[in-house]
């Protein structure tokens, strides 16, 4: 066993001074607040959240995308052409090594794990590889050499549409039946056999308009760990939804789905006021990925209404364009006010914007990937950040006025000292220990994929 020592920390019993935690095996086992300084001493620990969603791959595409394409109102749908042609690049090896970078920039970033919703399968003829889960294992292998926790979620993709359409282009690399999709998930579980015990796999149908109401019922009962789906995120996909099933996305699968805790909904940027109460009260998490959402123009997610009912929440990181944890958390809550001309849009009576974002997605991110973690408590996988307050962005505040710092001023530039991953140590002084040997890997990526999508 060994230990750390915070000057302070937050625990599920609120804010404690001079904390000493305990950690083996992975597992907090012990967290003893008013204790001598037993082991390296930080300033701020926190527990490091769970990015809820990322699609690994994107983050070479960082940057490319800016320009305007050929219809002159550029849209999500336009991206997302752009998205599949530079699909057909990209090797196992040149995923792996993207992912690896990722990963490691989330590390940095403080998360302590993330929830991979991964696929891309197949060759870009769409012809699977020798090995099912090929592409499954270069993420998982990803995550073991940075060290961040991971819950892998094999996605099923069926069609082009609501209508059943045949998959084209980029889209051939996602694409499954449900009988090879259950090879697919079972060759991908096989994958982690060998990880770390705190890897997990759950199940990803990736959203109505790709996957038939049977296929989804088949999905749904393929799995026992967790449920992510994207959900009403574009105008057109609710139009297509509601012209094909009779009811909007969110409204469809409340009245067809028994959704509970193990369900995580990407984006939910459109909603209406009636299915943000009803998404509430399911006790589901709404996985929010702000800065992503703000790149594509998805819209803004009922954040306030959604608080109030009792709604639960986390985020990610998405298409990795740019990843910052609690640029993430200002994005939101700065959403809500441009809507809504408010401010501290978030707070409450008893705890301020910072806090109850941060409470939201430490915990809401461990529901959603399945992961005993999100408190400094005993029995917890050991996910922990640790941040400096003596900069011009914390300075030395305490509490909750600490986090708000963290979030509304410097956005965590400078701050993140350490992160633990299960225990893992696998940041030191802001910096993750193979940085040099994986940013060398990924520039080497992008040299052979050159600098244009076309």
């Known amino acids: 066993m060994h230990h750390i020592h915070a000057r302070q920390a937050l625990t599920p019993d609120g804010w404690a001074s001079d904390v000493t935690i305990g950690i083996d ?78 990963f490691m920039e989330m590390l940095e970033a403080g998360y302590g794990a993330v929830a991979e919703f991964h696929y891309l399968h197949h060759a870009p003829s769409g012809v699977p590889y020798s090995d099912l889960a090929e592409m499954a294992g270069r993420i998982a292998r990803a995550a073991q050499q940075t060290g ?9 993709y069926t069609h082009g549409g609501c209508d059943r359409r045949a998959l084209e282009g980029g889209q051939r690399r996602f694409g499954n039946d449900m009988a090879r999709f259950a090879d697919l998930h079972a060759s991908s579980r096989a994958h982690l056999a060998d990880a770390p015990q705190d890897y997990a796999i759950g199940i990803a149908p990736h959203s109505l308009r790709a996957v038939d109401p049977d296929a989804l019922d088949e999905a749904v009962a393929l799995s026992d760990g967790p449920i992510h789906m994207h959900l009403a995120e574009q105008l057109p996909e609710v139009e297509e939804v509601k012209a094909a099933r009779g009811a909007r996305p969110v409204e469809w699968l409340l009245d067809n789905h028994a959704v509970d805790p193990r369900w995580c909904l990407i984006h939910c940027t459109q909603m209406t006021a009636d299915e943000t109460r009803a998404l509430a009260r399911t006790g589901a998490v709404a996985g929010l990925c702000p800065i992503t959402e703000s790149s594509l123009g998805d819209g803004i997610f009922n954040g306030t209404d959604y608080a109030a009912a009792g709604g639960r929440f986390g985020v990610g990181s998405d298409s990795n364009i740019h990843i910052a944890l609690f640029e993430e958390m200002a994005t939101l809550d700065y959403s809500q006010r441009l809507r809504d001309r408010s401010r501290a849009a978030l707070a409450t009576a008893d705890r301020s914007t910072g806090r109850v974002l941060f409470d939201a997605v430490a915990q809401g991110g461990a529901q959603a990937a399945g992961r005993a973690s999100g408190r400094i408590a005993a029995g917890a996988w050991a996910d922990l950040v640790a941040l400096s307050t003596d900069n011009e962005w914390v300075c030395n505040r305490h509490g909750d006025t600490a986090l708000d710092s963290l979030i509304f001023t410097g956005r965590g530039r400078d701050c993140v000292t350490d992160v633990w991953s299960a225990g893992r140590h696998v940041v030191s002084h802001g910096r993750h220990h193979a940085r040099d040997r994986i940013t ?13 999508i076309g």
């Open 25 to 102: 095996c992975g597992r907090i086992v012990s967290v003893n607040a008013n204790a001598a300084p037993k082991g390296p001493v930080h300033e701020l620990l926190l527990p490091a959240p769970t990015n809820l969603h990322s699609h690994a791959f994107q983050r070479a595409m960082a940057g490319l995308t800016e320009t305007r394409g050929p219809d002159p109102r550029d849209s999500f749908w336009t991206w997302r052409q752009l998205m599949y042609r530079f699909l057909d690049r990209l090797t196992p090896d040149h995923v792996e090594a993207i992912a690896q970078l990722v």
């Open 440 to 452: 060398r890997a990924y520039r080497k990526v992008i040299d052979e994929l050159g600098q244009e």
């Open 148 to 156: 961040i926790g991971l819950t892998l979620l094999p996605v099923l």
